[in-house]
């Protein structure tokens, strides 16, 4: 993967979230890209967040981005990994989840398996903190130009931390 767009499938507030902090912290928003259904919900992300680009089809989001953040409801999260599946097995990108309560072999299942997942507890932004757990498939990802640290033995499927920031406003 050579580009550097983020797109986040779903436009809820996890993605504004995410979103706004990526932008507060110097990220081009014209290299993030959000995947909304609601034309309302589109039409709200675009003034609240000048310059990232909205799309209506998860598929375009999909096949542009680099990292692809599913931020959707869990009870929808299966439909919509069925529905980039051909997308993202052909464009290969990494995998986030931000989805409360589901497991990273059944994101991989739903996507056809063989992509990087990483799954991530994401603390509201007003907190200055989030636990990530970064998980990894028990093969390597394939095409994919890096994969998780050589360290890692086979065995381990994840690793879990804290993130607090050094400074905040």
């Known amino acids: 993967m050579s580009n550097d767009y983020i797109g986040f499938i779903g436009g809820g507030n996890m993605t504004r979230a995410i979103a706004a902090g990526l932008i507060e912290g110097k990220y081009p928003a014209e290299d993030l890209l ?16 000048p310059g990232v680009i909205i799309e209506e089809s998860n598929d375009d989001v999909a096949r542009r ?3 692809v953040v599913l931020a959707v409801k869990p009870q929808v999260m299966r439909l919509v990994c069925e529905g ?13 989840s931000v989805a409360a309560g ?15 997942i990483v799954r991530v507890m994401h603390s509201p932004r007003c907190c200055g903190s989030a636990q990530a757990d970064f ?35």
């Open 34 to 49: 959000i995947a909304e259904p609601a034309i309302e919900q589109r039409a709200a992300l675009a003034r609240d967040l």
């Open 65 to 67: 981005a680099g990292t």
């Open 84 to 96: 980039i599946a051909d997308t993202v097995q052909k464009a290969r990108p990494l995998i986030v």
């Open 102 to 116: 589901i497991r990273s072999v059944d994101i991989d299942s739903w996507l056809g398996g063989g992509l990087a």
């Open 135 to 169: 998980t990894r498939t028990s093969a390597p990802p394939k095409n994919r130009r890096s994969a998780p640290p050589a360290s890692w033995p086979r065995s381990a499927m994840s690793y879990r931390s804290t993130v607090t920031p050094i400074s905040t406003r």
